[in-house]
């Protein structure tokens, strides 16, 4: 029995000391506020209070749904910053989210480019200086460049096909220019000049015409022009392009050559819209073979033989003409 007894108290100690040890590690919990305080409970939120309004709608469910808004709000509105020492802490205020919209993503996308077209239109680098024409010959790239007026222009403000029009409508005497545009400012005109063969006079103007009878203002120095001494001008026909004058046909062009190769020296070719081309002769009267001769040759044989002829029967004429090479005839 004694033994039981003794069994017992020593149960009963041992219990004793493991409650001690349950309460000591409960009150240091409670001590470093890993526990729950009465604060803590004071703090509990209080169940909603529930008003009921005239339709009968419950107003607990929008308060609970403001308070957890207000939470949420406040919980982004602060940051816990845990220090190195045990159970303390720290409440720092939290930056403010900064969210950017599209409507100023546009706008910063607008001005951007705004700016970007500014400094492009304005940038001095990208300005014309001077357009640069390659084919040139008689005429001078100071000629076409005042015409074009392109000094100072920025390079997108250059449209080819405007200067491509300038050039024609300026200078017909250009064969087909072209015009190319490249960065970061630099306009090229390539050109091919016409190639003058008449000087055709009339009333005192001169204008030159080539081979194909295009008609332009003389510009610079040309040798080897015949010269035509026109009583008229022929009706003047505009090409298809609108922009060159075909004064002459290719055909009568061609006449005014081989006459003039067959022509005494020092005699002035002249024209004349009723009797066609001819020279003055010095022997004083006026020779016409047609408005397009063919056949010189035979015409110049058929005209010596007329004037010889002529001169037989002591005649002086006005005029000759072989216009018609089978039935020639004098005034």
């Not at 922009?243 to 006449?255: D, N, P, W, Y």
Request: glycine letters at 6%.
């Amino acid at each position: 029995m004694a033994v039981r007894r003794n069994k017992r108290k020593e149960d009963r100690k041992r219990d004793a000391r493991r409650s001690d040890s349950v309460r000591s590690r409960r009150s240091e919990r409670l001590r470093k506020g890993t526990g729950f305080t009465r604060k803590s409970l004071a703090e509990r939120a209080l169940p909603p209070m529930v008003a009921r309004q005239s339709g009968g709608v419950s107003m607990a469910r929008k308060r609970g749904s403001s308070r957890k808004e207000k939470s949420s709000r406040e919980a982004r509105r602060r940051f816990d910053f845990a220090l190195s020492a045990s159970g303390a802490e720290m409440r720092l205020p939290a930056l403010p989210a900064f969210r950017i919209g599209w409507r100023i993503v546009s706008f910063l996308m607008v001005a951007l480019a705004g700016t970007a077209v500014y400094l492009l239109w304005t940038t001095p680098a990208l300005n014309v200086s001077q357009v640069e024409i390659r084919g040139l010959n008689r005429l001078s790239a100071d000629d076409i460049n005042a015409i074009l007026g392109l000094s100072g222009t920025s390079v997108f403000a250059v449209d080819p096909h405007m200067v491509l029009d300038l050039v024609k409508t300026g200078f017909p005497e250009l064969v087909e220019p072209s015009v190319h545009v490249t960065f970061p400012a630099k306009v090229v005109v390539e050109v091919a000049e016409r190639q003058p063969v008449v000087a055709w006079e009339h009333e005192g103007f001169v204008v030159w015409v080539d081979k194909t009878g295009i008609a332009f203002l003389p510009r610079g120095q040309a040798e080897g022009l015949i010269p035509v001494q026109a009583v008229d001008v022929p009706p003047a026909e505009i090409n298809a392009d609108n922009l060159t004058q075909q004064l002459l046909s290719a055909e009568m062009v061609t006449g005014i050559v081989e006459l003039s190769a067959r022509a005494p020296d020092k005699t002035q070719i002249v024209y004349d819209p009723r009797y066609g081309l001819g020279w003055s002769d010095p022997r004083g009267w006026q020779a016409f073979f047609g408005l397009e001769p063919k056949d010189m040759d035979q015409r110049i044989a058929v005209y010596e033989a007329l004037v010889k002829q002529l001169k037989q029967e002591g005649i002086t004429p006005s005029i000759v003409s072989v216009e018609y090479i089978h039935a020639p005839y004098y005034r």
